[in-house]
């Protein structure tokens, strides 16, 4: 089973060896965020658990980050951005911990967050999921440990990720990563991508003010 900066690593290698120039991605999208060094200070892991946290990230990052993006755009330019993970799950784990009143406005005005051409949501059973955090990381998140052991949790996730969240995206990908390799599910996402979008290195040039292709986590 792989995660989402695996799959993130390998969809660049991918876009790379197609002359595709392409680039991952975290944190907020704009170029000139001038909040995100004050988020980062903030811990991410217990986000589910604090109301704070939540509305920390939900307004002062990804809400303000949906305006600059069209002010100040991603960097580099003429890349594809390949997002490693966005604010769709912060709203999610908002609900399923909360529900805060920031993560729930967020799910009636979607849409205020900043645009992707393609968005993927990635996801694999319990048992997966389980068997991955028994091999050892470096670093475990602990929203991913109590997704494996709180199935209530993990299912009004799941639905506020899915059902709430996923609905903003034009364009929306859900694979289950226990099933498939990094490379094989790469290269659905690159066909995909090269398909439907111009993009650089691939055709017709892109507007600046255009959205750009995401990869995210469905857990």
């Known amino acids: 089973m792989a995660g989402k900066s695996t799959l993130v690593r390998a969809l660049v290698a991918e876009l790379e060896g197609r002359g595709v120039p392409a680039v991952r991605h975290r944190g907020m999208l704009a170029g000139l965020h001038p909040l995100q060094p004050l988020l980062r200070q903030l ?3 217990r986000q589910p658990d604090s109301w704070w946290t939540t509305t920390a990230y ?3 990052g990804f809400l303000l980050d949906g305006i600059l993006v069209h002010i100040f755009p991603p ?3 003429g890349h594809v951005i390949v997002q490693d993970g966005y604010g769709d799950r912060t709203v999610a784990f908002g609900m399923a911990g909360g529900p805060y009143l920031a993560a729930v406005l967020a799910l009636r005005w979607p849409r205020t967050f900043a645009r992707f051409d393609l968005a993927v949501f990635l996801h694999a059973s319990p048992e997966a999921r389980a068997a991955r955090l028994a091999q050892g990381r470096e670093h475990i998140d602990v929203r991913d440990e109590r997704t494996v052991e709180d199935q209530a949790f993990t299912d009004r996730f799941h639905a506020f990720h899915v059902q709430g969240m996923g609905r903003r ?7 289950d990563s226990s099933l498939r390799t990094p490379a094989d599910m790469a290269r659905e996402i690159a ?4 398909t439907e979008h111009a993009v650089p290195g691939a ?4 507007a600046d003010t255009a959205p750009h292709p995401a990869l995210k986590e469905l857990t």
Not at 169 to 175: A, G, N, P
Not at 191 to 194: G, I, Y
């Open 169 to 175: 995206h034009d364009q929306l990908m859900v694979i």
């Open 203 to 206: 055709g017709a040039g892109r």
């Open 75 to 77: 960097r580099p330019r």
């Open 43 to 45: 811990s991410s892991a």
């Open 191 to 194: 066909d995909r991508l090269l």
């Open 58 to 60: 939900v307004i002062g």
